[in-house]
């Protein structure tokens, strides 16, 4: 039997093999007839929204069955979710995956900001952009700002490695941190992309 991959919370990025799962505005536009070709004429949106694209709230109930899936693959996505969300969403991933299941999560790493802004790496108002936790950028019109909430999808919580395994362990995970392309998940080069593994947490973890 085929396995059941999920690619949670894919982005632009379709991976063959994956159920690659999004809601974000361009993913549902896509499913429109005709609207990714007058997308690509007009540029309404920045990204190629693929209208193969699996569409799913990750904030809600998955909506696989109990210990049906192979292997979840997240990249640079938990930390969009608050942490009560992040929590759930980790206890959905927990719920669907089979006995053996392998979960790898890749987050952006709060400790690497911080030593290097601690180091003087960063300047202070670098730091604050590269959290990833604001909704404006310099250089907005006042239209984009009042569109803020509706268009800029900032980070609303975020992790480092001892937290994400303690928070994947109490959840019931076996897990570790781990190096770029590392893994027991067999195609991990089609799906981890390198610049995502900059400064950034991983984890890679199976169900018990
Ligand atoms: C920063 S992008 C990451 C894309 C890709 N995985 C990568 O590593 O480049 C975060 C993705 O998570 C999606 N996302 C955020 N919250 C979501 C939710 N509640 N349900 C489904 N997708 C969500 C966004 O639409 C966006 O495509």
Known sequence: MEKIKLNLGCGDQIVNGWLNVDYSVGARLAK?????????????LNLDWNEKILLHDLTKKFPWSDESVDEIYSSHTLEHLDKNQGD????????VLKKEGI??????????FVDSYVKGELLAENFVKNLGVLYEEQGDSSLKRRLAPLIRFPHKCMYDTERLLEIMSLIGFDCQSTEPFTSEISDIKNIELPERTVEAVIVEGKKR
């Open 32 to 44: 429109i007839p005709l609207f990714p070709l007058i997308n690509k004429k007009l540029r309404l």
């Open 88 to 95: 759930a969403f980790l206890s959905e991933c927990y719920r």
């Open 103 to 112: 979960i790898r999560i890749v987050v952006p790493d709060l400790r690497a």
